[in-house]
């Protein structure tokens, strides 16, 4: 084999392996950002729980919502992906519900509720990445 040729299929192996290696299902930054934003307001409203302060709880679940609405956030289109969404905006509308009446033992079991939701659908989507892979 000549040097051209070598150099070509050096060339074209590496080419594969870039592919190979950088194009592994990730999730883009910008999902991430997104995700972590959603913890912060989360955080937030565990401590509104805490201190019993309820325009923060109501605030932050309001961030919340709106956020699940966001084109960020329909990262698969699967109906079970679509059922969690709906859950969780549910759950949040709970715990907005139970923050605007005052209801700390409603907003902490809804509190909870959305938690459990997040994992889940956590728990959905991690599923859904390994089965791509196999």
Same mark, same amino acid.
């Given at each position: ?5 070598? %150099? ?8 594969? =392996? ?8 990730? /999730?883009?930054? =910008?999902? &991430? ?14 401590? =509104? ?20 609405? $966001?084109?960020?956030?329909? *990262?698969?289109? +699967? ?7 709906? +859950?969780?905006?549910? +759950? *949040?509308?709970?715990?907005? &519900?139970?923050?605007?009446?005052? +209801?700390?033992?409603?907003? !902490? #079991?809804?509190?909870?509720? /959305? !938690?459990?939701? @997040?994992?889940? @659908?956590?728990?959905? *989507?991690? =599923?859904? &990445? %390994? $089965?791509? #892979?196999?």
């Amino acid at each position: 084999m000549e040097w051209t040729s070598k %150099i070509i299929l050096g060339a074209a192996s590496l080419a594969a =392996g870039i592919v190979i290696v950088f194009g592994q299902p990730r /999730v883009p930054l =910008g999902t &991430k950002e997104f995700m972590r934003e959603k913890l912060e307001h989360s955080q937030k409203i565990l401590e =509104g729980i805490a201190l019993e302060d309820y325009d923060l709880i109501i605030a932050k679940s309001q961030k919340l919502s709106a956020m699940s609405q $966001a084109a960020s956030w329909q *990262v698969f289109g +699967n109906p079970d992906y679509t059922q969690q969404s709906a +859950n969780f905006r549910r +759950n *949040v509308e709970s715990l907005s &519900k139970a923050a605007r009446e005052k +209801n700390l033992d409603g907003a !902490t #079991l809804a509190y909870f509720r /959305v !938690t459990m939701g @997040c994992v889940d @659908c956590h728990r959905l *989507v991690r =599923g859904k &990445k %390994i $089965a791509r #892979l196999d």
